[in-house]
């Protein structure tokens, strides 16, 4: 059935920017944490998490169909393929008297940026919004289909 | 006589375009985010002539002949690779897809109804125009 492929495309959307949300809220709740992971007994801050998005195939039986027959296939929706960590290097703060403090009194803290954050949440919510307005859309010609013939 | 006219299959055809086109644009709208993603559309056009031309049959003298082959014709859904809209290659216009999408429904919602009235015009001659 189509149309319910419709709905379960949207469906992929929608579960893929939850993801992208959780994440953003992780990262915001970590932007303060100085002691994420105990790495060679020294405390390591917290690393600011991206998710990464990729197409997700309908089905491969209907990919492998029409490439066969030269054609393009409508695709399923989209899926989280990874969660990556922001390898971009700790910002360093001089306070000799804390207690994560280095050698020379140098504080790593996380990578967290919270205005970048904040930008992701948006980008993220608009896009939510975007696939339940598509969801909705499908529900209401579903609707239509079925008053056919009364 | 045919009881049901062939403009209620070329309908049927029009709802079934109209149900592909929806699935391409919510793929559009579910990878908006997506790095690399093109955009796809659908030709709607093509795929009427598509499905009126399949109705073409071979002449044949033995059963071992092949007939015409409808499969092989250009895609219905096509892929934009020219364009680009953000840094990460994705070229998804959301506004574009809102308005397809928006549009879309429409015409399904206009297509439903002809069905219907074609319907149920049927049934009133059935019943003797009571």
Redesign the interface.
Known sequence: M??F??LN??A??LT??RL?MDVVSSNIANANTNRAELVDGEWVPYRRKTV????ADASPFAKHL?SA??????????KASAIREDQTPFPVTYNPDHPDADAEGYVRTSNVDPIQEMVDLM??TR?YE??V???N??K??FM??L???? | MNLFPSSIQKMEQALSTSTLKQRVHADNIANVDTANYKSKQVNFQQVMEQASASRMQSYRTNAQHMEFQSGRGASPVTVNHNTTMTPNGNNVDMDFEMAELAKNQLWYNAVTERINGKFSSLSSVINGGR
């Open positions: 189509s149309l492929n419709g495309i949207s992929t959307g893929a920017n992208r990464e998005l990729s197409t029409s027959m030269g054609q393009t296939a409508a695709g399923g929706g989209v980008s993220a896009s975007a696939n307005t598509a969801m859309a499908s209401s010609m239509k289909a008053e056919i013939g009364k």
